[in-house]
């Protein structure tokens, strides 16, 4: 029985010619990611260990991202944490303020994770980098602790879906769409444990930005990675970000799939999901008035530099409606710096947004945009639960860069063409 692109690079990891879904492996890691929340964790469950020295100072990545710049004591202390750890262990990959940005925006822009690498993250959307053709999942704040010192970890094989993609998207339809979709259409549990692996002649028509954000919520639908074959869009896009060596991983013909679904790019509309579940979507146009109070545009999810240019070409000329908060977040240093160069936080500010340095805050309910109760919010996010984004009254619909802008202007979840 063949295997699927997950189950190669596993199996590459472990020194093993072949792996089955069940199968229980010890895996060699390229990456280890932790941020200010889930790292200081790990490094006082290191601190227990008789060996307390890291496997490769090269291969651990620390991102102060979820409350940075500092919003109060304690998130001070646990950056504090970390940027001493870092320190004392002359860590490389270190990021603090001033070149920081959303952990996974940043790793990719960084070129710290490239194809055929297995990397664990202390973070559920570490699953970002199967865009480019890698194993990445997040783990628990104790296992990156392992992680960091053995520099291995353990794993169940997972077993795979397979998602044809075909045809190409029509006008302000993106991966966010895509995602979202598909997780309406399997359910927050439908990939429970199981490798998404995307496939088909539609993804020569999703830029890195799409494919990025179809990962980053494979969690979304409890799969334990999403991944995409590497084809000539990736490897520009590794050349041009990093100087580490790739490895192309392919699924064999034979690969055994639980099941096998296909998505027709063409037929999608732009998509939202409604509190307070991610499979809770509905397309534009199929729902009635659904006033915001709010409008993030962000996120590790949707905060690159090709968000922004979609959220300015909307904003562009047009203000935020009156009694309406809209929120940029650029995911990175690099990405404001961008933004900056082509004029568009000029258009932010001047359709009545605020622009706010890379940080992951409003979408775990942490700062810069906390809800109060009965009020509502169209976000880029990744999480609409009950509370997320702060009171356990108010509400997130998740939706696109593209229709989140249009919502700022016109105080109700829209979509561009309705402006």
Not at 198 to 227: V, Y
Not at 398 to 405: F, G, I, N, R
Request: charged share 20%; with cysteine.
């Amino acid at each position: 029985m063949g295997m699927t692109m997950t189950q190669k690079i596993l199996a590459a990891h472990a020194g093993l010619p072949q792996v089955k879904a069940g199968q229980l492996i010890e895996a060699g890691l390229d990456l280890v990611l932790g941020n200010d929340i889930t790292a200081p964790v790990a490094i006082n469950e290191m601190k227990k260990m008789k060996n307390q020295s890291v496997f490769d100072k090269d291969k651990i990545a620390l991102i102060m991202d979820h409350f940075i710049p500092n919003k109060d004591i304690k998130s001070a202390e646990n950056c504090k944490c970390c940027r001493e750890f870092a320190c004392s262990h002359e860590l490389s990959n270190y990021f603090d303020v001033g070149e920081m940005g959303i952990e996974h925006a940043l790793i990719p822009e960084k070129g710290l994770a490239v194809a055929g690498d297995a990397i664990i993250g202390a973070d559920s959307h570490t699953c970002t980098y199967g865009a480019l053709g890698a194993f990445s999942t997040g783990v628990g704040s104790t296992d990156m602790a392992a992680g960091m010192v053995t520099g291995k970890a353990w794993f169940k094989v997972p077993s795979a879906l397979k998602f044809v993609l075909t045809g190409k998207p029509s006008r302000w339809v993106s991966g966010k769409d895509v995602i979202l979709h598909i997780i309406g259409m399997i359910g927050v549990d439908g990939a429970l444990y199981k490798s998404m692996e995307f496939t088909g002649d539609g993804i020569a028509s999703l830029s890195m930005d799409d494919r990025f954000t179809i990962c980053n919520m494979a969690i979304e639908a409890g799969g334990k990675n999403g991944i995409f074959p590497v084809d000539d869009l990736a490897v520009q896009y590794m050349k041009e970000h990093s100087k580490r060596e790739y490895k192309i991983y392919e699924a064999d013909e034979d690969a055994e799939y639980d099941a096998v679904y296909t998505v027709d790019l063409s037929a999608l509309k732009p998509t939202v999901s409604f509190p307070h579940l991610p499979e809770n979507t509905r397309e534009i146009g199929t729902f009635g008035d659904v006033k915001i109070d709010q409008a993030v545009i962000g996120s590790c999810t949707n905060g690159r530099i090709s968000d922004m240019r979609v959220a300015a070409e909307i904003l562009k000329g047009r203000k935020v409606a009156k009694g309406v908060r809209c929120i940029v977040i650029p995911a990175t240093q690099s990405v404001y710096l961008q933004a900056l160069k082509e004029g568009l936080l000029e258009i932010f500010i001047e359709a009545g947004a605020v622009v706010s340095t890379p940080t992951c805050g409003p979408c775990l309910g942490g700062y810069m945009g906390i809800l109060a109760a009965g009020e509502r919010c169209v976000s880029t996010t990744n999480r609409n639960f009950v509370g997320r984004m702060g009171h356990v009254d108010s509400e997130v619909y998740l939706a696109s860069p593209a229709v989140a802008a249009a919502s700022a202007v016109a105080g109700k979840i829209c979509c561009p063409c309705e402006l």
